[in-house]
């Protein structure tokens, strides 16, 4: 996988997080809740891109 992928997916992680996380807090949820709401964001983002860029690798 590409240097240009790895960053792609690695900062669409972190902005799940941070914008889950936030939408969360925004609602009136505890510190701990939205930290968990927003990790889970994130690995779900993380998954489902690299099982996107993964079928779509070159040899």
């Known amino acids: 996988m590409s240097p240009e992928r790895v960053i792609l997916i690695v900062l669409a992680a972190v902005a799940a997080i941070a914008i889950a996380a936030a939408l969360m807090l925004a609602d ?3 510190w701990p809740a939205a930290l968990l709401t927003g990790l889970a964001a994130g690995g779900a983002t993380l998954w489902g891109l690299l ?8 040899p």
């Open 28 to 30: 009136g949820s505890t």
């Open 51 to 58: 099982g996107c860029f993964g079928r779509n690798a070159q």
